[in-house]
């Protein structure tokens, strides 16, 4: 049975927030339900709908301080916004971001590869590549496949993290540069370890 009514819902949702997926489609079309529901339950996006998944601002606030990743449940439009894919790759900055909470770390590791859900035009985008490359070296392997051949970005990648080799171009992964940059990268790992 699908809820319909606003305050059972509610009640509902304090418990068990991942049963948004029950609601009505009234209740996950209403757009002040979902921005009160994005606070405690982001991935409500991923059953609003349609029309709030192309709602920029439904989106800017599910990608406020959360899974960048959830940009694959936007609209093909808006992971094509400049606006909204950087929001997704870089997150919000913590407010304690002094405390060494490594949770976070893994959060920005992540929102990097938001980058594979934004448009090949933005995964085209070298200004929004560096970003997602410089949170995670292996968010290259989301990059066109012209910025995958850019020796200035695959050379930070692969000194960041030497996997990022991997996924570069062909052309690349054969250069001699690219593959000592890489074995540095593979034996600092190994130093720290």
Known sequence: MLLNDRKCAKRLLDFHPTDFEFLSEKLKADKSFVLETIPK????????????????????????????????????????????????????????????????????????????FASPQLRNDREIVSKAIIRNALAIQFASEELRNDRTLVSYAVQRNASALDFVSEELRKD??????????????LDMD
Request: hydrophobic share 45%; proline share 1%; aromatic share 4%.
């Open 41 to 116: 339950y982001s991935n409500c996006i991923k059953y609003a709908s349609e029309e709030l998944r192309n709602d920029k601002q439904v989106i800017l606030r599910v990608l406020v301080g959360k899974n960048g990743l959830l940009l694959e449940f936007a609209s093909e439009a808006l992971r094509n916004d400049r606006e909204i894919v950087l929001r997704a790759i870089e997150g919000e900055k913590i407010a304690n971001s002094h405390l060494r909470i490594p949770s976070c770390h893994d959060m920005h590791m992540n929102n990097a590869l938001a980058l594979q």
């Open 176 to 189: 001699e540069k690219i593959i000592e940059l890489a074995a540095k990268a593979r034996f600092a790992d």
